[in-house]
């Protein structure tokens, strides 16, 4: 089975710097698609920024972006101008694209909670 | 964009009790939906994956008679605790997710077994 991990499980930042959350995956596979998940106190699950793996061009969205690197089989987010909203618990997840029993699931790192000083 | 609805948010009932938790999904039809249960400051551990019109897929180690799952519609699934105790006691949340577009993720059951 494909795992996911996050070796950070607590990160923090001041108000409006940048910090990198890490992430590592274990595939045989070469098509599958990346994600990042924010679950604030709330508890809901928010996708932050998706990537497919068969692009070479990092996704972007907003102050979030990744960095993508197949062949290590890394997945890092940067948050730029860190905001006190953004204090949460971040999750990487991967999905297969191919067809299969497991189609459609998510495998999910444990885990980094993120602290945001102002 | 599309929206998952997860009923109820909050249920605390007294041990013994059997609880229906509900996901929907609003605007798209769900080719499956997924449940999973997560513990204070932990990831998610998926249960089972529901496929409509089929019998769930549990995975190893969640019993299926514990945590029934009923897909009837493209639309709807539910998840029932039967007879629940306090070790049951948990945030249960679905996912649903057809091929178009990522999992979407409803709001979460908090469940509290006196």
């Known amino acids: 089975a494909q795992t996911v991990t996050q070796s950070q499980p607590e990160m923090s930042v001041q108000e409006a710097e940048t910090v990198t959350l890490s992430c590592t995956y274990d595939t045989s596979e070469s098509d599958y698609y990346l994600f990042w998940y924010k679950q604030p106190p709330s508890r809901q699950m928010i996708l932050v920024i998706r990537?497919?793996?068969?692009?070479?061009q990092n996704a972007t969205e907003n102050r979030f972006s990744v960095n993508f690197q197949k062949a290590a089989k890394s997945f890092s987010l940067k948050i730029s101008d860190s905001q006190l909203g953004d204090a949460a618990m971040y999750f990487c997840a991967y999905r297969s694209a191919s067809r299969g029993s497991t189609l459609g699931r998510l495998y999910f790192g444990r885990g980094t909670q993120l602290t945001v000083w102002p | 964009g599309a929206v998952v609805s997860q009923h109820p948010s909050r249920v605390i009932c007294k041990s013994g009790t059997s609880v229906k938790i509900e996901c929907r999904s609003l605007d798209f039809q769900a080719t499956t939906m997924f449940w999973y249960r997560q513990f204070p400051k932990q990831s998610l551990m998926l249960m089972a994956t529901?496929?409509?019109?089929?019998?769930?897929?549990?995975e190893q180690g969640v019993e299926k008679d514990k945590f029934l799952i009923n897909h009837a519609s493209l639309t709807l699934s539910t998840l029932t605790v039967t007879s629940a105790h306090p070790e049951d006691s948990s945030f249960y949340i679905c996912s649903a997710w057809d091929t178009k577009q990522p999992q979407h993720f409803g709001d979460g059951t908090r469940l509290s077994i006196l």
């Open positions: 990537q497919e793996a068969y692009k070479q």
């Open positions: 529901s496929n409509e019109g089929s019998k769930a897929t549990y």
